[in-house]
């Protein structure tokens, strides 16, 4: 059973410039949440797609969006990219709505550098 | 003010010791509890989910929940050189609308 699939891994932007995100989540899984993590802040919740439709979003400015399509496949774009956006994205896919209490699975993340 | 806090470490034990990694939380309504595990350049992985005050064991891990001092800890027996990564506590609140994840604790285990 494929995992969760990120692309790219690694990036690097100017300030800015924009930036997209996929994730392709498990077979089957319905969710699909954001999340950013840097050393300092730890894992920081983005928003949480699910059948299309976003459910929950977390306390990050509007340069930040996102979206999911039929097939549960989930972008996520940062428009004019600062210094203090490069970190670690990582998706997590789950079978239903993660606050539901059901496992998370992470992908391998983007890694996003802004220069 | 940060909902789930965890002390980052580094937390380092012999091996073959146990290592016990600790979690408070703000939220007094949450109800559910879960360690992830991060290796060095790896995403999270789940090791543990608890809902009820008490133990949980499995294996060589135990989560041991204490709602009325919003506490929650993950006991690792007979530590691993492999078990050394970040430990993540997170927390989904009373609202069960998104998982609040600490800053993980980093746990070295000395060979």
């Known amino acids: 059973k494929a995992g969760v699939t990120q692309t790219p891994r690694y990036l690097i932007k100017t300030r800015g410039q924009q930036v997209t995100l996929s994730c392709s989540p498990i077979?089957?899984?319905?969710?699909v949440s954001w999340y950013q993590q840097t050393p300092g802040q730890g894992l920081q919740f983005l928003f949480e797609?699910?059948?299309?439709?976003?459910?929950n979003k977390g306390n990050f400015p509007g340069r930040f969006s996102g979206r999911q399509f039929s097939n549960s496949r989930s972008e996520m774009n940062v428009s004019t990219l600062e210094l203090g956006d490069s970190a670690l994205y990582l998706c997590?896919?789950?079978?239903?709505?993660?606050?539901?209490?059901?496992?998370?699975?992470f992908g391998e993340g983007s890694r996003l550098t802004v220069l | 003010q940060k909902e789930v806090e965890q002390n980052s470490g580094p937390l380092s034990v012999p091996e073959g010791a146990i290592a016990s990694l600790n979690c408070t939380y703000s939220?007094?309504?949450?109800?559910?509890f879960f360690w992830y595990r991060q290796y060095s350049g790896k995403s999270p992985e789940l090791i543990m989910f608890?809902?009820?005050?008490g133990d949980k064991e499995d294996g060589r891990f135990t989560a041991q929940l204490n709602k009325a001092s919003q506490y929650v800890s993950l006991l690792i027996r007979d530590s691993q050189p492999s078990d050394s990564a970040t430990y993540l506590c997170?927390?989904?609140?009373?609202?069960?609308?998104?998982?609040?994840f600490g800053t993980g604790t980093s746990l070295t285990v000395i060979p």
């Open positions: 997590a896919s789950s079978l239903d709505l993660a606050g539901l209490g059901g496992e998370l699975f």
């Open positions: 077979s089957g899984h319905r969710s």
């Open positions: 797609y699910f059948s299309e439709t976003q459910r």
């Open positions: 939220d007094r309504g949450s109800q559910s």
């Open positions: 608890i809902y009820s005050n």
């Open positions: 997170a927390v989904i609140e009373w609202t069960g609308n998104q998982f609040y």
